[in-house]
């Protein structure tokens, strides 16, 4: 992929820029109307590192567009009729954001993330291996690195401020949080596009080990999936071929670069490390394909 429309930080000149996450820069249309910019700014272990990975962004907004669209019988989604064309006047700009940016309801965040694990890695296979809990939940005894487990576990988050770590909570406090009716509403929706996404991927030779969702709220209370979907950003997706229990898979998501980030003496605090150009460009082939794997007919 060519590295010439490579975006690290937006400019849109003629709106208000909200504020910019790890990976997204969000400006303000209207009262009703933000516009979404996807970055190919990459993020491990809750900090931006310095390079971009090119075209991650439009990757990114490719998938995310088409899960929210096969999920959209389960639930409601923050996407628009508008387009950039609507919303930006400058044609340079309107160019560079072309197939990353998308105008989208403005809507209030829940204060969680919603992560849902089909498998067990990550910090929950180092939360296992410490407490033979995951996130609290109790589990079997015996379980190996990478298992399937006995069921779909639903285990948010705190969202955490940029260059802060995310913590695990309970079911409990997300109740306290938003109340009960609202999180069962959170847990059962997230767990239900998880579990179709999951056994869709798996006809690809996919396997979507976890995840995470981020859900929002408009002026009537109704509940609406944000942000992004089941992205190489937001999930772990192995091939099928590569899996074997005991073993942590190879992945077509970041875990590539947590690896190599794992071989550093680095303190995963703020400043990253950058990356070599063998990483960059690895990395960013995993991504398309998993875009290739999930998005064919």
């Known amino acids: 992929m060519s590295t010439a429309n490579v975006l690290f930080e937006s400019s849109v ?7 910019r996450g790890k990976v997204r820069d969000i400006y303000s249309v209207d009262e009703n109307h933000l516009l979404i910019v996807t970055t190919d700014r990459l993020s491990a272990y809750d900090v931006v590192l310095p390079d971009p990975i090119p075209g991650k962004g439009e990757v990114l ?5 088409f899960w929210f669209r096969m999920m959209a019988d389960i639930i409601d989604n923050q996407l628009t009729d508008l387009g950039v064309d609507d919303v930006v006047q400058d044609a340079a ?6 197939n990353r940016a998308l105008v989208v309801k403005r809507l209030k965040p829940l204060p969680i993330e919603a992560v849902v694990r089909g498998y067990l890695i990550g910090s929950g296979w180092r939360d296992y291996q410490e407490t033979g809990k995951l996130c609290g939940i109790d589990l079997p005894a015996g379980l190996r690195q990478a298992e399937k487990l006995p069921r779909t576990l639903f285990t948010p988050s705190s969202k955490a401020e940029s260059g802060q770590h995310d913590e695990n909570i309970s079911f409990d406090a997300v109740i306290e949080l938003v109340g009960e009716k609202l999180a069962e509403r959170v847990r059962d929706v997230a767990i239900e596009i998880y579990e179709r996404a999951a056994a869709y991927a798996l006809e690809r030779g996919i396997i979507i080990a976890d995840t995470k969702f981020e ?3 408009d002026n ?3 509940l609406y999936i944000i942000d992004e979907a089941l992205t190489p950003d937001s999930s772990r ?3 099928v071929d590569a899996y074997e229990v005991g073993t942590s ?6 875990q590539f670069v947590r690896d190599y980030l794992d071989t550093l003496d680095w303190d995963k605090t703020a400043p990253g490390p950058e990356l070599p150009a063998e990483v960059l460009r690895q990395t960013g082939e995993k991504y398309r394909e998993a875009l290739e794997r999930m998005t064919r007919s």
């Open 220 to 222: 009537e209370g109704r």
């Open 93 to 98: 700009t309107r160019d560079l954001l072309k």
């Open 237 to 239: 997706f192995w091939p």
């Open 61 to 65: 907004t490719k998938i995310s567009l």
């Open 249 to 254: 898979p190879p992945s077509f998501d970041k």
């Open 215 to 217: 859900f929002g709220l």
């Open 13 to 19: 000149a003629e709106l208000p820029l909200i504020g």
